[in-house]
């Protein structure tokens, strides 16, 4: 990780009253517990689904989706509601507590066999109807369990960030915290997920609980260190307002003065520290340029929907420019949410023995990922940039991070399809077809090559959007920023789960028996969708030009 976690460093920022690295101990000790408890009951979920509520396996695979893009959509609204009213702290507070209710109730529908439907026979389709009763548990506690993850992981990406004043600490934190969440992840996916295919699902997820106690009682125990955010009330107010007042002001001819433009209250100085109006999005400009009636005599806004700073129409430019770079983002990760559920899946008809006395759950065949996202944080940032550097003069932009992403994602989607077809003539010439339920003889070690790719590409494409995101969102929506990436996340999960209700509408490639089925298919088409969208990212890429000019080309900022 970054050298800035020096103790000259921690020495000189936690001298302070408030905020510096004397507050890093507890938001990443708190990452920590929250991710543990989090990553322990929702990978997995579809094996849950399937031994405990006797949901088929592709049903559960969607039901999967569509939790894991709840979970990730959710951190956009703790966001905005941190940006805009209650700051990053109390929204973490409240949304832990959440968190650690929701995997109490899932914790009851294991212990209590009355919030539970009897598993069905051996060898039988027929199996005991799940009541409404103990459908309602399950899905409230899912659901109060996936806010409560929503609203604390990247708040707390943005409360770290907040702590400091240099870019370079600010860098080094992002490094520790995507390390401490893949790990954690990593440790969630295994060990917890281990006792709940060994032991039970009632311990399992009884460990998520105590994890999410620890990570609340460490993260309340910095209270007194924070930094905390000033809010100034919502910026999508401000961007609404710069749409009402554009669309009033249509007819008025443009004004190249910048005495015809309102900078702000205290008039000069904001007019000397406000950034000149752009070219881009000039309809926009309007909102800012003042009529008769839009100032009072003191040089307040009389008429708020009528009249913008200069400030607030920039902040709103700089978001429409992002979103072409941020829909690529979504078509992106679609094709992974894809793999991740699919792969579970397949795991399940794959010898899954490692060494004589070690079996594989399913659900930890994810962890693939996320333990070669880890190394690969670190190569990156130890080795990778600083010889970028050596070759190139400067360290990699964002833009050219997130760009490798996507090239090693669609060669994991075309290892991924090289792969199932094996598995599919290994099932064909032992005549498992009709058979589901029967273990393929072929080691799950097969999953492995795609999963690594995948996992190297997002240790390059996921902090590269955080990155680029935290860079050039305005200072009024950091909170925003961060969770970002997460509603791509969740946008992607829900596309996945309409693409795969799609391919089985119009094709017969993925029936609920896998082993009469054609996923291989499936992987190509997702390999040849993500060569259009790297084709479309390129154009973006090109046309797209950075808003924060100090340091935009990843170099170090002088100042940090």
Not at 107 to 112: H, N, S, W
Not at 270 to 291: D, E, G, H, P, W
Request: hydrophobic fraction near 45%.
């Amino acid at each position: 990780m970054d050298e800035s976690l020096s103790h000259a460093d921690i020495s000189s920022d936690s001298g302070r009253r408030r905020g510096g690295w004397i507050t890093f101990p507890f938001i990443i000790g708190a990452l920590g517990g929250l991710t543990l408890a989090a990553g322990g009951w929702i990978s997995n979920l579809i094996v849950f689904l399937i031994e405990e509520f006797n949901v088929n396996s592709i049903d559960a695979a969607q039901i999967s989706n569509v939790v894991y893009g709840s979970f990730s959509f959710f951190p956009i609204i703790g966001a905005i509601i941190a940006d805009s009213f209650f700051g990053s702290f109390y929204v973490i507070s409240i949304s832990s507590c959440m968190s650690l209710l929701g995997i109490v109730l899932l914790v009851l529908t294991t212990a209590l066999n009355s919030l539970k439907p009897q598993p069905c026979a051996t060898g039988s389709k027929l199996c005991q109807p799940t009541s409404a009763l103990q459908y309602a548990v399950l899905y409230t506690g899912i659901t109060l369990a996936s806010l409560g993850l929503g609203g604390t992981r990247y708040t707390l990406a943005t409360l770290g960030a907040n702590q400091f004043d240099k870019p370079k600490h600010q860098a080094s934190f992002f490094n520790w915290f995507f390390f401490t969440l893949y790990s954690s992840t990593v440790v969630a996916f295994t060990v917890i997920v281990y006792v709940e295919d060994n032991v039970s699902f009632k311990c399992g997820f009884g460990l998520c609980v105590i994890a999410n106690l620890i990570g609340m009682a460490i993260f309340f125990s910095g209270s007194r260190f924070y930094k905390f955010d000033k809010t100034k009330g919502s910026p999508f107010v401000g961007f609404g307002r710069v749409i009402v007042a554009s669309v009033r002001k249509t007819s008025l001819q443009l004004s190249t003065e910048r005495k015809d433009y309102y900078y702000g209250h205290d008039g000069v100085t904001n007019k000397v520290a406000a950034a000149t109006l752009s070219k881009s999005f000039r309809f926009l400009n309007r909102a800012a340029q003042k009529i008769e009636g839009d100032v009072k005599s003191d040089g307040s806004i009389a008429k708020p929907w009528s009249l913008c700073t200069t400030q607030q129409v920039e902040d709103f430019k700089t978001v429409l420019r992002i979103f072409p770079l941020w829909s690529t983002a979504l078509f992106l990760a679609t094709p992974i949410a894809i793999q991740s559920s699919m792969s579970v899946l397949q795991a399940l008809t794959m010898d899954r023995h490692i060494g004589p006395h070690f079996k594989m759950p399913s659900g930890s065949v994810i962890v693939i990922v996320l333990f070669s996202a880890s190394i690969f944080l670190t190569l990156i940032d130890r080795f990778l940039c600083p010889m970028w550097q050596k070759f190139t003069g400067q360290f990699p932009s964002p833009l050219q991070r997130v760009g490798v992403g996507h090239v090693l994602t669609i060669l994991s989607m075309a290892v991924s399809a090289v792969m199932e077809s094996k598995r599919l003539k290994i099932v064909q010439e032992h005549h498992l077809q009709d058979q589901p339920g029967t273990i393929v003889p072929m080691s799950i070690f097969w999953l492995f090559p795609q999963l690594v790719l995948v996992g190297i590409g997002e240790a390059f494409h996921f902090p590269g959007q955080v990155a680029l995101y935290y860079q050039e969102f305005p200072m009024s929506l950091r909170s925003t920023s961060t969770a970002m990436i997460s509603l791509i996340i969740g946008i992607a999960y829900y596309v996945s789960t309409g693409v795969v209700n799609m391919v089985q509408r119009v094709t017969g490639w993925l029936p609920n028996n896998l082993n009469n089925g054609k996923l291989d298919n499936v992987y190509w088409m997702l390999a040849v969708l993500g060569v259009i969208n790297f084709g479309y990212y390129l154009v973006c890429a090109k046309l797209y030009r950075y808003q924060n000019v100090k340091g935009a080309d990843g170099s170090p900022d002088p100042d940090s």
